[in-house]
């Protein structure tokens, strides 16, 4: 039966053709799927510019002992006496402290600004001129020195937290992305960024013949009990980017909601084809029942070519597959979805999950697909392959109903999850509701030609009544070719209106929590918190108050206990947080205590949001941890309502901003007095640059733009997820309409031989075409609406999702055209035959 399987490949081209796509390109997104999760797991960063340090101590990011891995926004400072430590440890030669400062050049822009030291960590190196001494030097970048036409010599002025220094040129220096570097004298660094016994690294080198892990295993002793990491290997670039350990982490999540998405479209799409595939020669099943043919030879058959077809097809996936999570990782590294510095980790696992899953999925469908003819008696084999009786199975009613009962149990966590959190649900919750359609889709679809017969035999005529008469005797293969255009319309109606209910939803929340006129920044990236009084005392200032933006954790009342391990302690709550000055909060933003009084926010104490606020009373300590991991105890003297999921906690900023990466200020909200025009005011303030170097002011369309750019972040991720997706779900819909309509072949030929014209039978295609488009179309919609109507209540408080209705009818008429399209064109390649050619078809 192997080698009968294997012949009999070539002539059924077309089915095989449909099933090797189906098979190749789902093997190929589950492949790279899977490389980005394993790329996430690594999680990375080969270093760039501490690569000459063998070992690197930083702050330690992670928020440790608790159930899910958390990670602080803020890089945690170390102790710059630290490195005194570390050098006198036996093996180590050297320790160097490395210290990076945000800061701006009048000549040339944004800038980071370093300690001298840091030179020793990286390749840079002295190219012209001396190195940087406490006497008023620095040293550029040679990249970022050609493009200002500077030199050797030359004076600059350095705007660094809030404050203009003036320099002379020492030197220029080489190395990684000296385009935006500049070195200062360590003590002069240190001075100027207002970080006098603190540092961000300590570089460690070891002594000549010492190893390097012997060292970092002693160094790692000397740290315990502190919130201090060690790092060696590609874990170094950590310490240059703390944003691998938070933003890198988040890879893990979004690959797996990715790949899980992509393979179950996958086990969709390939069963669906390969379904639709042998269902397409049930009559050369029955011949082979009739002539003798057992049923396990029958089965071995089916499972024989499609086991070969899976092999070759998931073989060739292997090639494209590991190249297809690169792109996809370098397609977030440029939205800015996870760091840059992140490396693509990807080894043999991956494939073997991608190609498991696309065998399994194939021979399980085989399976399926050849075991209801093989159990058909001979006798009823050729009446069954005729007027297809079985069109239905009660396994198939089972699983629908339960797909149906877990679709409706996602859709209730939908409804109950907070705004930013429902999409996580929804998204699975669209493949189980496509899964349940897909399922049911012959009762449907049966229901559905049951309904539209007679209103479309009286529209189209003889080829419409035609077309509704193959679609009442060919339930099970309509059904078949509505399913493709169901999940691709659903799929591309739910993920889209999904990203576009939630952009609506943070938009919403972004627009009712303001209420100032005009916002106040820095070239430098922050501003002096005792610059809010002096732009309160501008005249047209009704108010003016300071936001500093961050993340915040309550702790747990059970203590963390180091003692119990990683991952088995109490989960923190974590909360936005911000930091501000009470005096004019509630005049530029619209906060409005609930209980208490957000006069009262002063000295250590917090408002939290109600919601979080349940099981405390006023006074009130809370246990709390600042962005940077710093444990503090806050007096709860207020609360505040918000919307359910964009709720935040606030403190003073005189609290939170010595807990910030730039130890300043980000902006400042200003409200207009009555009778004062923004505008006019927004010029008035601008005079406080010739006190403050570097101070911007803007109207609140600076404020929104920033809400814009975060929101088209993530819209952007989504539209890629999407597209790759709905991309595969469309192809499939395009190959299941060629696959349904060439198998055909013997059947429009039979119709030229006793009349029929060419133009006859495209109309009748053309009606089969629109049923099919009109019941795909239907059942997407079911499922879009059962996915985002939860949803929208969630984040909206509305049945009707966000976004324009344009987007419906595009994805309406682009679902009617494909299957038009695709039906059509296949249909005309089969009839430009000659009628009298059916006698040699094949059977």
């Keep these: 039966m192997i080698r009968i399987s294997l012949r009999t490949l070539r002539f059924h081209k077309s089915g095989f053709i449909a099933s090797f796509v189906a098979l190749f390109f789902g093997a190929v997104i589950v492949i790279g799927s899977g490389a980005l999760l394993e790329t996430g797991i690594h999680n990375a960063a080969p270093p760039h510019r501490l690569s000459a340090a063998p070992i690197v101590v930083s702050g330690d990011q992670r928020y440790a002992y608790t159930q899910q891995e958390l990670v602080f926004p803020e890089r945690s400072h170390l102790d710059a006496a630290l490195a005194d430590r570390i050098a006198k440890v036996p093996g180590v030669e050297d320790a160097v402290r490395d210290l990076s400062f945000p800061a701006a050049l009048s000549e040339g822009g944004s800038v980071t600004g370093h300690g001298w030291s840091s030179t020793r960590l990286s390749s840079h190196r002295l190219t012209e001129g001396a190195a940087p001494a406490a006497d008023g030097t620095i040293v550029l970048g040679k990249e970022l020195a050609d493009g200002a036409g500077l030199k050797t010599g030359d004076r600059v002025r350095l705007l660094v937290h809030g404050t203009e220094h003036g320099y002379r040129i020492s030197g220029l220096a080489t190395g990684p992305d000296d385009g935006g570097d500049v070195f200062l004298a360590d003590a002069e660094a240190a001075e100027v960024a207002g970080r006098v016994g603190t540092t961000d690294n300590i570089g460690v080198f070891p002594a000549s013949g010492a190893d390097p892990q012997q060292v970092a295993a002693a160094v790692r002793e000397v740290v315990d009990g502190s919130p201090v990491t060690v790092l060696t290997g590609d874990e170094r670039g950590r310490a240059e980017d703390p944003g691998v350990v938070a933003d890198g982490s988040d890879l893990i999540p979004l690959a797996a909601a990715f790949g899980g998405l992509s393979a179950m479209v996958t086990v969709f799409v390939v069963a669906s084809t390969l379904g639709l595939s042998i269902q397409q020669r049930q009559r050369e099943m029955a011949l082979l029942r009739t002539i003798g043919a057992t049923p396990g030879q029958l089965r071995r058959l089916v499972l024989g070519e499609t086991f070969f077809l899976a092999v070759v097809a998931t073989g060739l996936a292997t090639v494209p597959g590991p190249r297809f999570g690169q792109w996809l990782l370098d397609a977030f590294a440029g939205a800015g979805v996870v760091p840059e510095s992140i490396a693509y980790r990807a080894g043999s696992w991956p494939v073997i999950v991608g190609v498991g899953t696309a065998l399994l999925t194939a021979v399980g469908a085989a399976y399926i697909a050849a075991h209801g003819a093989a159990r058909t008696k001979p006798t009823e084999a050729l009446a069954e392959a005729t007027l297809q009786r079985r069109w239905f199975s009660a396994f198939r009613l089972v699983v629908g109903l339960l797909c149906l009962a877990g679709g409706a149990a996602l859709a209730w966590g939908t409804a109950g999850s907070a705004g930013p959190d429902a999409a996580g649900v929804a998204t699975p919750a669209a493949m189980v509701w496509a899964a349940a359609f897909g399922l049911l889709g012959p009762v449907v679809v049966r229901a559905m030609v049951a309904a539209l017969r007679r209103p479309v035999s009286r529209l189209s005529g003889l080829s419409g009544e035609l077309a509704a008469h193959n679609a009442r005797a060919r339930t099970a293969r309509l059904a078949s070719a509505v399913m493709p255009v169901m999940l691709a319309s659903g799929l591309a109606v739910g993920l889209i209106y999904m990203q576009t209910t939630q952009s609506d939803g943070a938009k919403q929340a972004f627009e009712e929590s303001m209420r100032a006129d005009v916002v106040v920044t820095s070239a430098s990236g922050g501003l002096p918190l005792d610059l809010v009084d002096t732009v309160r005392s501008q005249p047209g200032v009704a108010a003016a108050s300071a936001q500093i933006p961050t993340t915040g954790y309550i702790e747990p009342d059970e203590p963390m206990r180091p003692s119990e391990g990683e991952d088995t302690g109490p989960q923190p709550t974590e909360l936005s947080m911000l930091g501000v000055t009470h005096q004019g909060l509630d005049r530029t933003t619209a906060y409005r205590a609930a209980s208490g009084s957000l006069a009262d926010l002063s000295g250590k104490s917090v408002v939290l949001p109600a919601r979080y606020a349940e099981d405390r009373e006023l006074g009130d300590l809370v246990p709390m941890r600042l962005g940077d991991g710093t444990q503090v105890e806050l007096k709860l003297v207020a609360t505040v309502d918000g919307r359910r999921g964009y709720e935040t906690a606030l403190v003073p900023a005189s609290l939170l901003v010595g807990h910030t990466d730039g130890g300043l200020v980000p902006q400042i909200l200003v409200t207009a007095a009555a009778g004062t025009d923004p505008a006019a005011l927004t010029s008035s303030l601008s005079a406080l640059a010739k006190e403050q170097p570097g101070l911007q002011v803007s109207g609140r369309e600076v404020l929104e733009a920033a809400q814009a750019d975060a929101d088209d972040t993530q819209a952007w991720m989504a539209y890629l997820v999407l597209g790759v997706v709905v991309g595969y779900a469309t192809l499939a819909l395009i190959n299941t309409q060629v696959l349904a309509t060439t198998e055909r072949r013997k059947e429009f030929m039979l119709q030229r031989l006793i009349g029929a014209t060419r133009r006859q039978v495209l109309q009748?295609?053309?009606?089969?075409?629109?049923?099919?488009?009109?019941?795909?179309?239907?059942?997407?919609?079911?499922?879009?609406?059962?996915?985002?109507?939860?949803?929208?209540?969630?984040?909206?408080?509305?049945?009707?999702?966000?976004?324009?209705?344009?987007i419906l009818v595009a994805v309406v008429a682009g679902a009617t055209a494909l299957t038009l399209m695709t039906t059509l064109l296949a249909a005309g390649a089969v009839l430009r035959g000659r009628p009298g050619d059916m006698a040699g078809i094949k059977e």
């Excluded at 049923?771 to 909206?796: E, K, N, Q, Y």
């Design 764 to 806: 009748m295609m053309t009606v089969e075409a629109s049923l099919v488009a009109l019941a795909g179309v239907i059942l997407g919609l079911l499922v879009a609406g059962a996915t985002l109507v939860p949803l929208s209540m969630s984040v909206l408080g509305t049945a009707l999702p966000g976004g324009s209705p344009w």
